[in-house]
Protein backbone atom coordinates (compact mmCIF):
# COMPACT_ATOMS: atom_id res chain seq x y z
CA UNK A 1 0.00 0.00 0.00
CA UNK A 2 1.36 3.44 -0.71
CA UNK A 3 0.83 4.90 2.41
CA UNK A 4 1.77 8.46 1.76
CA UNK A 5 -1.06 8.41 -0.65
CA UNK A 6 -3.79 7.70 1.88
CA UNK A 7 -2.31 9.93 4.57
CA UNK A 8 -2.15 12.91 2.39
CA UNK A 9 -6.10 11.97 1.34
CA UNK A 10 -7.40 11.34 4.97
CA UNK A 11 -6.03 14.10 5.88
CA UNK A 12 -6.60 16.60 3.65
CA UNK A 13 -10.21 14.91 1.70
CA UNK A 14 -12.11 12.62 3.47
CA UNK A 15 -14.66 13.63 5.45
CA UNK A 16 -16.30 10.72 7.10
CA UNK A 17 -14.19 7.48 8.29
CA UNK A 18 -16.26 3.96 8.39
CA UNK A 19 -14.14 1.69 11.09
CA UNK A 20 -15.22 -2.11 11.58
CA UNK A 21 -15.00 -3.02 14.72
CA UNK A 22 -13.80 -6.93 15.37
CA UNK A 23 -10.46 -7.76 13.89
CA UNK A 24 -10.16 -4.03 12.17
CA UNK A 25 -9.95 -2.04 15.92
CA UNK A 26 -9.67 -4.71 18.26
CA UNK A 27 -7.60 -7.83 17.95
CA UNK A 28 -9.64 -10.73 16.56
CA UNK A 29 -7.95 -13.20 18.77
CA UNK A 30 -10.50 -12.92 21.38
CA UNK A 31 -13.28 -14.09 18.70
CA UNK A 32 -11.29 -16.42 17.57
CA UNK A 33 -10.96 -18.02 21.05
CA UNK A 34 -14.47 -17.47 22.28
CA UNK A 35 -15.46 -19.09 19.48
CA UNK A 36 -13.39 -21.86 18.46
CA UNK A 37 -12.24 -23.38 21.77
CA UNK A 38 -14.18 -21.40 24.95
CA UNK A 39 -17.94 -22.07 22.83
CA UNK A 40 -16.65 -25.07 21.89
CA UNK A 41 -15.95 -26.67 25.64
CA UNK A 42 -19.08 -25.43 27.09
CA UNK A 43 -21.08 -26.89 24.68
CA UNK A 44 -18.75 -30.26 24.95
CA UNK A 45 -19.55 -30.32 29.06
CA UNK A 46 -22.74 -29.14 28.40
CA UNK A 47 -24.19 -32.31 26.18
CA UNK A 48 -21.43 -34.69 27.16
CA UNK A 49 -19.40 -34.88 24.01
CA UNK A 50 -16.22 -34.78 23.58
CA UNK A 51 -14.69 -31.27 22.36
CA UNK A 52 -13.84 -32.04 18.95
CA UNK A 53 -17.30 -33.25 18.47
CA UNK A 54 -18.51 -30.50 19.78
CA UNK A 55 -16.08 -28.37 17.80
CA UNK A 56 -17.23 -30.15 14.73
CA UNK A 57 -21.24 -29.97 15.21
CA UNK A 58 -20.90 -26.07 15.85
CA UNK A 59 -18.75 -25.47 12.77
CA UNK A 60 -21.13 -26.87 11.11
CA UNK A 61 -23.97 -24.31 12.61
CA UNK A 62 -21.69 -21.61 11.93
CA UNK A 63 -20.84 -22.24 8.49
CA UNK A 64 -24.25 -22.43 8.39
CA UNK A 65 -25.41 -19.04 9.10
CA UNK A 66 -22.01 -16.83 7.98
CA UNK A 67 -22.84 -13.93 5.81
CA UNK A 68 -26.57 -12.97 7.02
CA UNK A 69 -27.61 -11.44 9.97
CA UNK A 70 -28.05 -13.90 12.53
CA UNK A 71 -23.73 -14.48 11.88
CA UNK A 72 -23.21 -11.94 14.56
CA UNK A 73 -26.79 -12.22 16.80
CA UNK A 74 -25.49 -12.74 20.15
CA UNK A 75 -29.28 -13.68 21.40
CA UNK A 76 -29.68 -15.78 18.24
CA UNK A 77 -26.56 -18.46 19.23
CA UNK A 78 -27.83 -18.39 23.11
CA UNK A 79 -30.95 -19.60 22.32
CA UNK A 80 -29.46 -21.89 19.04
CA UNK A 81 -26.94 -23.52 21.48
CA UNK A 82 -28.38 -23.28 24.86
CA UNK A 83 -25.78 -21.36 26.53
CA UNK A 84 -25.36 -17.83 28.00
CA UNK A 85 -22.91 -15.90 25.12
CA UNK A 86 -22.94 -12.58 26.99
CA UNK A 87 -22.04 -14.05 30.46
CA UNK A 88 -19.35 -16.43 28.33
CA UNK A 89 -17.98 -13.01 27.15
CA UNK A 90 -17.33 -11.62 30.47
CA UNK A 91 -15.23 -14.77 31.67
CA UNK A 92 -12.96 -13.72 28.80
CA UNK A 93 -13.11 -10.27 28.70
CA UNK A 94 -9.39 -9.71 30.03
CA UNK A 95 -8.56 -11.24 26.51
CA UNK A 96 -10.42 -8.42 24.66
CA UNK A 97 -7.86 -6.08 23.17
CA UNK A 98 -7.82 -2.98 20.12
CA UNK A 99 -4.94 -3.24 17.68
CA UNK A 100 -2.19 -1.14 18.30
CA UNK A 101 -2.14 2.45 17.76
CA UNK A 102 -5.83 2.60 17.16
CA UNK A 103 -6.36 4.98 19.67
CA UNK A 104 -3.76 7.40 18.24
CA UNK A 105 -5.54 6.59 14.63
CA UNK A 106 -9.23 7.57 16.51
CA UNK A 107 -7.97 10.56 18.72
CA UNK A 108 -5.78 12.22 15.42
CA UNK A 109 -9.27 11.66 13.49
CA UNK A 110 -11.09 13.52 15.89
CA UNK A 111 -8.21 16.21 15.91
CA UNK A 112 -8.95 16.78 12.17
CA UNK A 113 -12.53 17.60 12.56
CA UNK A 114 -13.16 14.25 10.80
CA UNK A 115 -17.21 12.23 11.47
CA UNK A 116 -15.99 8.74 12.67
CA UNK A 117 -18.65 6.05 12.80
CA UNK A 118 -18.60 2.43 13.73
CA UNK A 119 -20.02 0.68 10.67
CA UNK A 120 -20.26 -3.08 11.95
CA UNK A 121 -21.96 -6.73 11.74
CA UNK A 122 -21.81 -6.93 15.29
CA UNK A 123 -25.00 -7.55 17.46
CA UNK A 124 -25.94 -4.39 19.84
CA UNK A 125 -25.25 -6.05 23.24
CA UNK A 126 -21.63 -7.27 22.09
CA UNK A 127 -20.95 -3.41 20.44
CA UNK A 128 -21.62 -2.27 23.72
CA UNK A 129 -19.28 -5.30 25.63
CA UNK A 130 -16.44 -4.50 23.45
CA UNK A 131 -16.59 -0.38 23.73
CA UNK A 132 -17.12 -0.37 27.34
CA UNK A 133 -13.58 -2.74 27.57
CA UNK A 134 -11.70 -0.99 25.38
CA UNK A 135 -13.07 2.84 25.76
CA UNK A 136 -13.08 3.36 22.86
CA UNK A 137 -16.92 4.75 22.24
CA UNK A 138 -16.07 7.89 23.32
CA UNK A 139 -14.14 8.64 19.75
CA UNK A 140 -17.38 7.98 17.27
CA UNK A 141 -19.77 10.36 16.70
CA UNK A 142 -22.16 7.69 15.38
CA UNK A 143 -22.85 3.40 15.17
CA UNK A 144 -24.35 1.81 12.54
CA UNK A 145 -25.14 -1.71 13.07
CA UNK A 146 -26.33 -4.44 10.02
CA UNK A 147 -29.38 -4.98 11.93
CA UNK A 148 -30.45 -1.54 11.63
CA UNK A 149 -29.52 -0.89 8.14
CA UNK A 150 -31.59 -4.54 7.61
CA UNK A 151 -28.34 -6.12 5.53
CA UNK A 152 -24.74 -7.55 6.52
CA UNK A 153 -21.97 -5.15 4.90
CA UNK A 154 -21.55 -7.95 2.68
CA UNK A 155 -25.00 -7.02 0.56
CA UNK A 156 -25.03 -4.08 -1.06
CA UNK A 157 -28.39 -2.90 0.14
CA UNK A 158 -26.06 -2.20 3.37
CA UNK A 159 -24.44 0.53 2.19
CA UNK A 160 -27.65 1.62 0.19
CA UNK A 161 -28.96 2.61 4.05
CA UNK A 162 -25.87 3.53 5.58
CA UNK A 163 -25.15 6.34 2.78
CA UNK A 164 -28.62 7.40 3.41
CA UNK A 165 -28.56 7.45 7.46
CA UNK A 166 -25.18 9.09 7.46
CA UNK A 167 -25.21 11.37 4.31
CA UNK A 168 -21.51 10.34 3.46
CA UNK A 169 -20.54 10.98 0.20
CA UNK A 170 -18.43 8.33 -1.67
CA UNK A 171 -15.26 10.46 -3.08
CA UNK A 172 -14.45 11.68 0.41
CA UNK A 173 -15.56 8.67 2.54
CA UNK A 174 -12.61 5.99 4.00
CA UNK A 175 -13.88 2.32 5.17
CA UNK A 176 -11.38 0.27 7.12
CA UNK A 177 -12.31 -3.62 7.55
CA UNK A 178 -10.35 -6.80 8.38
CA UNK A 179 -12.81 -8.78 5.76
CA UNK A 180 -11.75 -8.87 1.93
CA UNK A 181 -15.70 -9.47 1.17
CA UNK A 182 -17.03 -6.65 3.16
CA UNK A 183 -14.25 -4.32 2.30
CA UNK A 184 -15.00 -5.24 -1.81
CA UNK A 185 -18.87 -5.03 -1.12
CA UNK A 186 -17.47 -1.22 -0.26
CA UNK A 187 -15.65 -0.57 -2.68
CA UNK A 188 -18.31 -2.11 -5.61
CA UNK A 189 -20.42 0.54 -4.09
CA UNK A 190 -18.45 3.01 -4.79
CA UNK A 191 -16.36 4.18 -1.59
CA UNK A 192 -13.65 6.04 -2.76
CA UNK A 193 -10.73 5.15 0.05
CA UNK A 194 -11.27 1.19 1.24
CA UNK A 195 -8.13 0.04 3.27
CA UNK A 196 -8.45 -3.95 4.42
CA UNK A 197 -6.86 -4.73 7.87
CA UNK A 198 -4.36 -7.39 7.79
CA UNK A 199 -3.26 -9.01 10.67
CA UNK A 200 -6.80 -9.15 11.89
CA UNK A 201 -5.78 -11.38 15.02
CA UNK A 202 -1.98 -10.87 16.66
CA UNK A 203 -1.57 -14.45 16.71
CA UNK A 204 -1.73 -14.33 12.45
CA UNK A 205 1.27 -14.48 10.61
CA UNK A 206 0.37 -14.70 6.94
CA UNK A 207 0.83 -12.90 4.08
CA UNK A 208 -1.31 -11.05 2.26
CA UNK A 209 -3.21 -11.85 -0.96
CA UNK A 210 -5.55 -9.38 -1.39
CA UNK A 211 -6.40 -6.82 -4.06
CA UNK A 212 -7.12 -3.93 -2.12
CA UNK A 213 -4.73 -1.72 -0.66
CA UNK A 214 -4.11 -2.77 3.33
CA UNK A 215 -2.96 -1.96 6.42
CA UNK A 216 -0.97 -3.86 9.04
CA UNK A 217 -0.64 -1.14 11.70
CA UNK A 218 -2.67 1.95 11.93
CA UNK A 219 0.38 3.85 12.44
CA UNK A 220 0.95 3.48 8.73
CA UNK A 221 -2.20 5.74 8.72
CA UNK A 222 -1.23 8.61 11.25
CA UNK A 223 0.11 12.35 9.67
Not at 4 to 12: D, E, Q, T, Y
Not at 99 to 116: C, G, M, N, S, Y
Not at 197 to 206: G, I, L, V
Amino acid sequence: MNSGVIRKALWSEITHVLLDMDGTLIDKYFDDYFWRHLVPEKYAEKHGITFGAAKERLFVKYKAREGTLSWTNIDFWSEQLELDIPALNEQVRHLLEAHPHVEDFLTALRIHKKQVILATNAHYKTIAFKMKHTELGKYFDKVIMSSDMGYPKEDEGFWINAQRAIGFIKDTTLFIDDTMEVAQSAARFGIKYVLVKHMASSMEDSEYTGTLPYINDFNELLP
